[in-house]
């Protein structure tokens, strides 16, 4: 009854609350990943290649929570100034200012000057910015991860601080997420049907070919593919747009590009998941008992077959995403990549993170999902006594990606 | 038939732009800027070849008041950088002379500026027999700058451009050569936005991307099997630690890390490979632990360790020697995959930077306008679809992957 029992197996919800574990650390590990590069960024908020203004620069800093900004609190002429690389506690003094009564510029948070931006001597006007003021590593790592968690990615750089980055991905998610969608739904209908066609007839001439075809669609990198339905079907037929997004026909080209790569794959999958079921002893028998084909390729087989899914569940979704990379890029759409690429080449920092980190949620959810789904699909994992030749889904060779 | 494939393309990737100057006459590096986007098959003529074409007096202008015995050819000099003969240094010395005096007037007049009489005499004081001509383009007093720039086209002629015409290698080019040479070549593969030859960008792209792509399945290859088998090796904890490792970056969304991180360090072609080994090494890295875990309970494992083998030897003489089949069909699977993201990547504008190609920039610089030019896209991309097939089929022929 415990788990130096070889045949034990956990219970279905120990299982559940392990792989949810597995996720959230997964998460806090990209999140964590990102602060770094955040952090470490060559020409980013924290070095000086590629300088931007240091006013603008301090505002991306603060807006990102890696300083704070010091503003003077009253009209007048600067006293005194913390230097640079100074250490100020908290509500330390940071700048004396003569003004019509005396005041003085305190640090909200404890930290070192980073950044100087009036010298003593000049005149300042409430609210002009005078000090950045860096907090400790760990102060930084901490608003970092809040302001992760609560999706305040910062304001892209691109925009001048006018965009936050969070209303940018809002705008462009839907076009994204109708397109991976739309494509699955492709891929489920050619793929699906097909793999299991070619497992019922297994070793024909059928079977042949509709496995050449499926290493073809298997092959074919979304580059390629891409560019040639557009120029199939937008150019010589001119049956739809040849980019952009005006109207729902709009998608079909993007959703046939990445639906009929990813059709291959799980026509693949489902042939192998299902071709050992129905060779095998239990289909005779319920073939001899009278079950329709159609029932035991379509119910029984399909549910044998959707097991081993689950384990490629990751790379399809991983392919899909960087598919989708490429199909929003080839047809013009408005979608999540199409910030991904200009701000990594751009180096908005604020951006690419926000994207890598909506991607990355949306694998590491989608594949515990697919790990909590296991056990349901899965009658022998409910059981929970027996693991013997049951294996929870592990994520296999990505090589499938277009 | 599908080794014959892969060897054809691999053949053009190895042999491709160097062999293609020698068939088609056409070289990456020479820009027709007159005919962009020229359709297959157009004829054309190699742009050091074009000075000349219509200019047929350009020999007789060059040689004349040359040194003693140069109206019989061009002299090459020795072919060395900064020896181009005689002939061409006095050529490309009033050449020079002329553009400073072109430069000056472009700088106060712009473009379509004139040049006094005196000056342009005075540049070409040293050699009468070439200003004659040139003086004839210009007005009474002024001599306009594109009529110069047209008049003065024959001083341009380069050792390289000569050389390519001396056919009997002599070092020095007749008036036989010299008349001979404009030949039309055909652009097989149509030309680029910028008017090169697209066949011999084509075979550059694919030499580019085999060789990123070998190079980068190899190097992930060995990272994997290194890695790999030191966790079969030692098993236990240090096997679950090293695997687990795995695990968790593989539930990372590698491409996007490769993204942020090209982001950060700037695109090249050095981060390109590091950033494909990335992402490769860790299927291998697997699979090559679950080989050589399983391989150390084989009888002759267990036998040569209880013979005193260590376990390098061990691994190195028995273990992987044994498993070196399916090592071998995953790397040949790396392959496709490495090209594929280096194609991905590349199309992306993170990968590959111009002028350099591989067949994802080329895809990538035609499919905006698909329309106009679809040879453009066509035929990179078949070539792409072809290598990655190609492959494919020959590690399922194999029968080693189950997909």
Known sequence: MDSRNPCYHPPMFRQAARTLLAMVLTLWAIATGTFFLMERAPGGPASGERRLDPLIEAGNLANLGLADLVRAPCDGVIEAVAGEGARLSSGGEAARIRGPGPCRAEAPHGGEVSVVLAGPGEEVRAGEVLLVVRPSPWVRYGRAMASIMTLDLGVTYGSRGERTVRETLARSLPVSATLGLLALLVAAVLGVPAGLFAAAREGTWSDRLLTAVSTAQVSVPAIVLGPFLLYLFAVRVPVFAPGGLERPSDLVLPAATLGLIVAGVMQRMTRAGAAGFLNGATALHLRARGLSPWRLAGVHALRHAAIPMLGYLPPVVAGLLSGSLVVERVFNLPGVSRHLIGAALNRDYPLVMGVVLLYSVLLVALTSLAALLHPVLDPRLRAGRFREGVRPPEARSGEWWP | ?403
């Not at chain 2, 106060?108 to 540049?123: C, F, K, N, Y």
């Not at chain 2, 890295?285 to 030897?313: E, K």
């Not at chain 2, 089949?325 to 594929?340: D, H, N, Y």
């Not at chain 2, 930077?353 to 453009?376: D, F, K, M, Y």
């Open chain 2, 1 to 403: 038939m599908v080794l014959a494939g892969i060897g054809v393309l691999v053949a053009a990737a190895v042999a491709g732009p160097e062999t293609a100057r020698w068939v088609v006459g056409f070289s990456s590096d020479e820009i027709h800027t007159a005919f962009p986007y020229a359709p297959p098959g157009f004829c054309d003529v190699p742009d050091h070849r074009q000075v000349l074409d219509g200019d047929r007096g350009a020999f007789d202008l060059l040689t004349a008041g040359g040194p003693p015995g140069s109206s019989e050819g061009i002299p090459l000099g020795s072919g060395r950088p900064g020896d181009a003969g005689p002939l061409l240094a006095r050529a490309a010395a009033a050449f020079r002379a002329l553009s400073m005096v072109m430069a000056r007037a472009w700088q106060s007049g712009g473009p379509e500026g004139v040049v006094p009489l005196s000056e342009v005499r005075d540049a070409l004081a040293g050699w009468p027999a070439w200003a004659g001509p040139i003086l004839d383009a210009c007005g009474p007093d002024a001599c306009p700058i594109p009529a110069l720039v047209e008049a003065s086209r024959f001083l341009r002629l380069t050792g390289e451009s000569l050389a390519a015409m001396d056919s009997d290698a002599d070092r020095t080019v007749t008036r036989d050569e010299f008349l001979g040479a404009p030949t039309a070549r055909p652009h097989l593969l149509g030309s680029d936005a910028l008017g090169r030859d697209a066949l011999v960008r084509l075979l550059e792209g694919l030499r580019l991307s085999v060789l990123v792509g070998a190079t980068a399945a190899v190097t992930a290859a060995g990272v994997g099997v290194v890695y790999g088998a030191t966790a079969g090796m030692a098993g236990g904890p240090v096997a679950t630690v090293l695997m687990r490792v795995v695990d968790v970056l593989y539930g990372l969304p590698f491409l996007f890390v490769v993204i942020l991180l090209i982001s950060l360090v700037g695109p090249s072609l050095l981060n390109l490979l590091l950033a494909i080994v990335c992402v490769q090494w860790l299927g291998m890295a697997r699979t090559v632990h679950h080989l050589v875990a399983s391989l150390r309970q084989a009888p002759y494992v267990v036998a040569a360790r209880s013979m005193g083998c260590g376990l390098v030897r061990l691994c190195a003489t028995h273990i992987l020697p044994n498993a070196r089949r399916p090592i071998l069909t995953w790397t040949a699977l790396l392959v496709p995959a490495s090209i594929k993201e280096e194609a991905f990547l590349s199309f992306l504008g993170l990968g590959v930077q111009a002028p350099h190609a591989s067949l994802g920039t080329l895809i990538a610089e035609g499919s905006p306008r698909i329309a106009e030019v679809p040879w453009l896209v066509a035929w990179p991309a078949a070539v792409l679809f072809l290598l990655v097939l190609l492959v494919h089929v020959a590690c399922d022929e194999t029968g080693q992957t189950d997909g």
